[in-house]
């Protein structure tokens, strides 16, 4: 299990590609759930830093992306969405200040409540992807830095 929370990284990386314009492609879904599989010893781990955090960090950029689909107002709030993948201080800063406070405080906040079924979307292709490449792979005792003696 990790210890710290800024080492969640890759899963928050991976996940916030549901709010790019490119997203992630077939290839890169085996590599990150070799990865994953390195550092979670559950899907369930993973899973929780999905759905409790890092859906709930984007809720309220989704909640304003049904006005996006008003042309006049869309140009202004489709412009925050990265073509290809956040800055990683840029999502290093968002990590922090989501974990200043306790999960449940954030859902305080109405617009997240309305924004979380929309992230939730944003995310449902790509969180499928990753959890069918997660359970595919096995990784090898070398890939984990084990000794096969």
Known sequence: ???NPMDHFLVWDTVSMAWTEVG??????PKIALELRANYSTWEEVNEIIMGDVLGSFA???AFFPLALIPLIGMFLITPFPDWGYEKSYLQKRMMRW???????HYLNPVRLVG???AYLFS???RHKLKAAYFSQTPT???????TL
């Open 1 to 3: 299990m990790i210890a």
């Open 24 to 29: 992630l492609s077939s290839a890169d879904y």
């Open 60 to 62: 309220v950029k989704s």
């Open 99 to 105: 974990q200043r406070l306790p999960r449940w405080q």
């Open 116 to 118: 979380y079924p929309i």
């Open 124 to 126: 449902l292709s790509l």
């Open 141 to 147: 005792n070398a890939e984990l830095g084990r000794s």
